[in-house]
């Protein structure tokens, strides 16, 4: 089994910022990626952003470059996400994800329960 647990949600006013962090336990890879996703309210999950297993590899939403970092804990099993200058249309359920394949946003296959981000206007 494969535990993705996600933590740092939360409100915040628009022009603001939260670090989502992102924990990985139980089934072992030799490699793998990991990512964020977001669900706003009636709408898709979206891709938000990636990393490879190094680290050296990042990919990002047009939507949040810029103002969106992701990176990975020294440990490899956590991962975090650094949002600044929120806008209320970042708004949304955001997921960590594990990618055992490659690093495109179909090739994830593992997933947490979300954590909510709220951005007030």
């Known amino acids: 089994q494969v535990q993705l647990v996600e933590s740092g949600g939360g409100l915040v006013q628009a022009g603001g910022s939260l670090r989502l962090s992102c924990a990985y336990s139980?089934?072992?890879?030799?490699?793998?990626?990991m990512g964020w996703f977001r669900q706003a309210p009636g709408k898709e999950r979206d891709f938000v952003a990636a990393?490879?297993?190094?680290?050296?590899?990042?990919h990002y939403a047009d939507s949040v470059k810029g103002r969106f970092t992701i990176s990975r804990g020294n440990a490899k099993n956590t991962m975090y996400l650094q949002m600044n200058s929120l806008k209320p249309e970042d708004t949304a359920v955001y997921y960590c994800?594990?990618?055992?394949?490659?690093?495109?946003?179909?090739?994830?296959?593992?997933w947490g329960q979300g954590t909510q981000v709220t951005v007030s206007s």
């Open positions: 994800a594990l990618s055992t394949q490659e690093l495109g946003p179909s090739d994830f296959n593992y």
């Open positions: 990393i490879s297993w190094s680290g050296r590899t990042t």
């Open positions: 139980g089934r072992t890879f030799s490699t793998y990626h």
